[in-house]
């Protein structure tokens, strides 16, 4: 055994067992589908008549909303009930009161000239021009119970840049908030801090107050150092008030969060169960376990030894992932667990392209042993392994930088996916297969390694010898009329957009006997609403959220729920808006676009302008496609659906990827290889890689398969999705991107 491999060795043993203690001894946190959480309901009080009204109420939520990821709460539902509620509910809540506490201040930030003390009456106003009438100047204490007198606001937290909580032992302020000002508040506060270096030292006037909700939270004096007029530069300063690290903290969360546009007030606080039932939680771990088999049994039957090797680095990659998401603090829902699971059959994409590099070695250059053509796969895989990863690296974190609420929680996932699946790859699986492939025994018997065979689809595919790339632009023709007809679907039927984009109605009822969730379910389901959401709340509540409902379809929900019990009283019926709220929604179409923006550049400085063009409208054409064909066939539009269409997005990418790599690589290859018309050479590329595309897409396939039949209503329409998704973006890899690369390439010359 080599240095090399002792180390990967090594390093593969430490990798699952930190992974293992960090499974064992963190516990994850579950979402509110899974496990239910606490649910806060607020209620605005308009303090003037212009702020009474429903863009005030949606001002609020996005506040709220920015609060809510400041707390570390992932995957939240707040949504507007009625015309003055806000519904806000948080899965894993330590501590709901100190949540509501949080959620409910207004936090009004704001920066004042001290005219004097309360008890000096007389005390001379700053000589800085006119200002508003001060007939009745603002009393407040500060932090030692002194009374000030308080000049109007100079300056107002809409000045802040950033907050940031901070301990410095050195100096002995201690915890501090440390905060920093955009463009124009820099200039108020050289000019606000400027005015008040013109008093004298010790004089009230020297000092500025910063007042948070009508409380001083901080009134220093400015330092002797700063001139009359010239003021503190630097756009920046600290305040300091003998805070603890919690209210340090929370200070910085209200800064950086912002102002609520108008009160609110916590009017109810409760427990609520998960919105979906223990059957659908137990169906979906069959289908995850049914599905993992599958896919499993599929490597091992295709390369055998190695296959077996893989399996076993899936079961790592599993491990590696939920250790991290436990280690971050991410929190699981039911698409997230499917996505999850759906990783495992993706991630066996590198270990395929490793094992069908090294059966191209040992059948092209007749390698006497199975190590040294396995050796040669993972060098010749490499670049592809790394660039179909680094791609999708970049969406996950340009997801995570600029989207918020599910979509960014899913850019955290994805990231956590591609680098354990590169880690389970390029260490686990290598460290595993050295091992394996130096025993003497497979050098006798190297049919048993797996990848001493060139395989089945490679034979057929050189039996026929096709010319793929023959007639690109029927291929192009093809993936028009596709585009054509599912934008047809789009424009005809329309999309239904679920609760989470549109709202709807919430109706609560009292229960004489406490109802179970998943009866409800089933009850509603055959009243013809099969996507009810139902949440049970203490212990005789049950809330049924739906889309908009006529008279006639909310008696039908009363009648359903009313079947189950002796008695059911409606306590509740309000509108509520969607939880993923407008600027969620542009937040996350301003990602995406981002995110391809900075895919395009990439795919463009490690390939071509013209490949990265080509695999990005690809990406379109396959987002377009699966968008319509969830129109045709009328299924819902929703947050399940959108972290599906991300994961399409990924797949799509990938897939592009791998077959751009070999035509690169053949394009290098020899100067006879330059006097090959190009449409041949991708031809010959894309017949090159088909082999890893069909098992790949074989993997994924099986695991999707057990999800929608095994998974339960919950995750049928996700698995049909990703499904449609998976064949789509097979397609378009092959028979779309490659050959647009083609003509756009023929068109140039």
């Given at each position: 055994m080599t240095r090399a491999q002792r180390i990967r060795g090594l390093l593969a043993l430490a990798i699952v067992a930190l992974s293992l203690y960090v499974a064992m001894s963190v516990p994850v946190h579950l979402g509110l589908d899974l496990r239910g959480g606490t649910q806060i309901v607020l209620e605005t009080r308009p303090t003037a008549a212009d702020d009474d009204g429903p863009d005030t109420v949606d001002r609020t939520?996005?506040?709220?909303?920015?609060?809510?990821?400041?707390?570390?709460?992932?995957?939240?539902?707040?949504?507007?009930?009625?015309?003055?509620?806000?519904?806000?509910?948080?899965?894993?809540?330590?501590?709901?009161?100190?949540?509501?506490?949080?959620?409910?201040?207004?936090?009004?930030?704001?920066?004042?000239?001290?005219?004097?003390?309360?008890?000096?009456?007389?005390?001379?106003?700053?000589?800085?021009?006119?200002?508003?009438?001060?007939?009745?100047?603002?009393?407040?204490?500060?932090?030692?119970?002194?009374?000030?007198?308080?000049?109007?606001?100079?300056?107002?937290g809409k000045d802040v840049e950033k907050a940031a909580a901070r301990f410095d032992a050195q100096s002995g302020a201690g915890w501090h908030v440390t905060v920093e000002f955009k463009d124009a508040g820099r200039d108020r506060w050289a000019a606000l801090t400027g005015e008040a270096a013109c008093r004298p030292a010790g004089d009230p006037a020297r000092r500025v107050a910063i007042v948070l909700d009508d409380r001083i939270v901080s009134s220093p004096q400015v330092d002797p150092s700063v001139r009359c007029g010239a003021g503190i530069g630097g756009g920046s300063t600290q305040i300091n008030g003998a805070?603890?690290?919690?209210?340090?903290?929370?200070?910085?969360?209200?800064?950086?969060?912002?102002?609520?546009?108008?009160?609110?007030?916590?009017?109810?606080?409760?427990?609520?169960?998960?919105?979906?039932?223990?059957?659908?939680?137990?169906?979906?771990?069959?289908?995850?376990a049914v599905g993992s088999t599958l896919t499993a049994l599929f490597v091992i039957a295709v390369y055998r030894l190695l296959g077996a090797l893989a399996a076993v680095a899936l079961l790592c990659y599993g491990l590696i992932s939920y250790a991290a998401l436990a280690a971050l603090g991410a929190t699981l829902t039911?698409?997230?667990?499917?996505?999850?699971?759906?990783?495992?059959?993706?991630?066996?994409?590198?270990?395929?392209?490793?094992?069908?590099?090294?059966?191209?070695?040992?059948?092209?250059?007749?390698?006497?042993?199975?190590?040294?053509?396995?050796?040669?796969?993972?060098?010749?895989?490499?670049?592809?392994?790394?660039?179909?990863?680094?791609?999708?690296?970049?969406?996950?974190?340009?997801?995570?930088?600029?989207?918020?609420?599910?979509?960014?929680?899913?850019?955290?996932?994805?990231?956590?996916?591609?680098?354990?699946?590169?880690?389970?790859?390029?260490?686990?699986?290598?460290?595993?297969?050295?091992?394996?492939?130096?025993?003497?025994g497979l050098r006798r018997r190297p049919?048993?390694?797996?990848?001493?065979?060139?395989?089945?689809v490679r034979d057929r595919l050189a039996r026929g010898n096709p010319r793929l790339m023959r007639h690109p632009r029927r291929w192009l023709a093809a993936s028009a009329a596709a585009l054509v007809l599912a934008g047809a679907g789009i424009a005809l039927r329309g999309l239904d957009f679920g609760i989470e984009f549109t709202g709807g109605r919430q109706v609560e009822y009292a229960t004489a006997t406490p109802v179970d969730p998943d009866r409800a379910r089933a009850a509603l389901a055959d009243a013809g609403f099969p996507h009810a959401v139902v949440q049970?709340?203490?212990?005789?509540?049950?809330?049924?959220?739906?889309?908009?409902?006529?008279?006639?379809?909310?008696?039908?929900?009363?009648?359903?729920?009313?079947?189950?019990?002796?008695?059911?009283?409606?306590?509740?019926?309000?509108t509520i808006g969607p939880s993923l709220?407008?600027?969620?929604?542009?937040?996350?179409?301003?990602?995406?676009?981002?995110?391809?923006?900075?895919?395009?550049?990439?795919?463009?400085?490690?390939?071509?302008?013209?490949?990265?063009?080509?695999?990005?409208?690809?990406?379109?054409?396959?987002?377009?496609?699966?968008?319509?064909?969830?129109?045709?066939?009328?299924?819902?539009?929703?947050?399940?659906?959108?972290?599906?269409?991300?994961?399409?997005?990924?797949?799509?990418?990938?897939?592009?990827?791998?077959?751009?790599?070999?035509?690169?690589e053949l394009t290098r290859h020899a100067d006879k290889e330059r006097e090959t018309p190009f449409r041949d050479i991708a031809g010959r590329a894309l017949q090159q890689t088909l082999p890893r595309t069909v098992n790949t897409g074989t993997g994924a396939a099986l695991i999707l398969t057990a999800l929608a039949g095994f998974g339960g209503d919950s995750l049928t329409d996700f698995a049909l999705a990703l499904l449609i998704g998976l064949a789509v973006g097979t397609y378009s890899s092959m028979f779309t991107a490659t050959p647009l690369a083609v003509v756009l390439q023929e068109r140039r010359r």
């Open positions: 939520v996005e506040v709220l909303r920015g609060r809510v990821d400041a707390l570390g709460v992932a995957e939240p539902t707040i949504v507007r009930s009625g015309s003055d509620r806000i519904v806000v509910e948080l899965p894993g809540v330590q501590d709901p009161a100190e949540a509501a506490e949080v959620l409910g201040r207004t936090a009004r930030l704001s920066f004042h000239h001290v005219l004097g003390t309360a008890l000096d009456a007389t005390a001379p106003e700053a000589a800085a021009g006119p200002r508003p009438d001060q007939s009745r100047p603002p009393v407040l204490p500060d932090e030692s119970g002194q009374l000030l007198r308080l000049d109007a606001a100079v300056m107002t805070f603890d690290d919690g209210e340090a903290r929370e200070l910085a969360l209200l800064v950086n969060g912002g102002a609520l546009p108008v009160p609110v007030e916590t009017v109810e606080e409760r427990t609520v169960g998960p919105t979906l039932g223990a059957q659908a939680i137990t169906a979906s771990v069959w289908a995850a039911l698409p997230g667990l499917a996505g999850f699971v759906l990783a495992i059959g993706m991630a066996v994409d590198a270990n395929v392209l490793v094992f069908e590099r090294a059966r191209e070695e040992y059948a092209a250059h007749h390698r006497p042993t199975p190590r040294s053509a396995l050796a040669a796969g993972f060098r010749n895989a490499l670049s592809a392994i790394a660039d179909s990863n680094i791609t999708t690296l970049i969406a996950a974190g340009l997801l995570f930088l600029l989207a918020s609420g599910p979509v960014r929680g899913f850019g955290v996932t994805l990231g956590i996916g591609v680098l354990a699946s590169m880690v389970s790859a390029l260490v686990i699986t290598r460290a595993l297969a050295d091992l394996a492939v130096s025993r003497p049919h048993l390694t797996g990848i001493a065979h060139t395989g089945a049970t709340s203490g212990e005789n509540r049950l809330t049924v959220r739906t889309g908009q409902l006529t008279t006639a379809q909310a008696n039908a929900v009363g009648t359903a729920v009313s079947d189950l019990t002796s008695r059911a009283d409606e306590l509740r019926d309000e709220g407008k600027e969620l929604r542009r937040g996350a179409l301003i990602a995406l676009a981002v995110a391809l923006g900075a895919q395009l550049v990439y795919l463009a400085v490690r390939f071509r302008l013209l490949l990265g063009t080509a695999a990005v409208a690809a990406l379109a054409h396959d987002v377009v496609i699966l968008v319509g064909v969830f129109a045709w066939l009328g299924k819902p539009v929703d947050g399940v659906f959108l972290a599906a269409l991300l994961t399409v997005i990924g797949y799509s990418v990938n897939d592009s990827v791998v077959v751009f790599d070999r035509l690169r």
